[in-house]
Structures are given as C-alpha cells and as structure tokens.
C-alpha cells in the first residue's frame, strides 16, 4: 500500500511514528509543508488549496492508495471535498479525541487544546456539541496561537512555550481537569511539559494511534496485506529542522525538498 501524509510541519510525525509501529509492508510518503505553516492561520479557502495541490502530487508522483489527512485544521477545512473529488482513495482525516476523553475522564472536567481554526471549525463544533449532549462532562476549550511555531523552531524545553501552557493549562489545573485532548498532531511533542504544568496523572488523548488502526481496517478491506519491509520518504515545501524530524521517527532519516 502506498500512503500519503501530510501537515503544515512536524506534527504529522507523530502520527507517522504510530504508523510505522503498526503498519507493515507500506510505503509512507510525508509531506511537511513548511512553506504555508502554520495552517492554524491561513483561511479555509487557502488551506483547501494546499490539500488539493498536496494530494495530486501524490497521485502524480508516488500512485497513492490512501491519503492521511495528518493535521486537525487540515482535515477541518478539506476533508470533505477531497473525499468527493477522489472517492477511489482511502482519505483519513484526523479530529480531537473528544469521544475518548469522555470516556476516559474520571473528574467529568476535559480540557481541548487547538489551534484557533480547529476550534472555530465546524466539523469540531458539531461534534463537540453532539457528544456533550449525551455525557454530562465540562470542556475547557483552549486555543493556542503560537504554539505549533514554537514547536517547529525547536522549542519545545525553552522557557517561553513553557510559560504560553503555563497560561493556557492554568485554568484546567485550577478547575480538576484530569484529561486533555491534544488537537493538533504538533502538540504530543509538548506532552511531558504539559503533564509537568497540571501537576497530574493525566490521560493525554493524541490521535496517531487511531489513524493507523483505522487504516489497517480500510487497507485490508481493499485487499491491502499488512505484511513486509515499511519505507518512508519525507519532503518538505520549504526549510525544516531535521533534527526533530529525526528525534521524533527515532532515527536518522533525510529531508527531501520540494516545490509543488
């Protein structure tokens, strides 16, 4: 099977890194596009556009069968219309782990961390709305503005992320928050500060593992076998720090450039 990933940057790998514990036998091409991060910031309209400039250079290039959607404002703004314009691809999107974090919360006090577009997205509100409906649970809904380039700069110890989550998770400590979701696949990179902030056990919900066990189902339902050496190639639209690209799949690994 042939998998196309994408993100504004970094975070994507998270959920890279869950595939390559779980899927075998693929070819997993990633796509970092550095060139128009943060999506977080950019207008529905211009985001669609990456996506579908995205997703023909993989069909064009590397014959994709399955496009994982690796970026929750992404899947926010496009994965609708993707699945309309290519129904012959599996397309995976990725959402904030609400339903688990209900599931999961022992205070009923869940708190959801995201970039502003994510929260302000409809696809995010519709389902926020719907599974509060049915659970008696408090959300302690945060955007973060600023927190994904702090992270793509590599500053994921340094004193001014910690004192942007310090700020953010202050309420969420305050009011006995016992589970947050991570809503943006960059932010399980900042999981150990967030858990040293809330001073906590905490159930930290990211989305990675999810997405594989979902497209293992889809995959072998397509005839896909889970079997066999995995491959991955990763490119980026403009400059990236291989270094964390490295640190995060766990070893050495080369950045190709590209221009879509």
Known sequence: MKIGVFDSGLGGLTVVQAMTRMIKGAQIFYIADTQHAPYGEKTQEQILQYAF????YFLNTHEIDALIIACNTATSAAVKALRETYPELI???????IKPAMEQTKTGKVGV?????TLKGDK????ANSLAMQKDVTLFEQACPGLVEQIEQGKIDHPQTQEMLEA???PMRENDVDTVVLGCTHYPLVADMI?????RELNLIHTGEAIAKRLLVLGEEKGHKNEGELTLAIYSTDSI???LVSGIIGKEVEVEAIVL
């Open 124 to 127: 995010y509100q519709q389902l």
């Open 53 to 56: 400039n995205i997703t023909e």
């Open 241 to 243: 720090a291989t270094h």
């Open 168 to 170: 953010w998770l202050h």
């Open 91 to 97: 397309i995976i999107g990725t959402e904030p782990g």
């Open 195 to 199: 858990e040293k902030i809330m001073q």
């Open 113 to 117: 961390l995201a970039t502003p577009a």
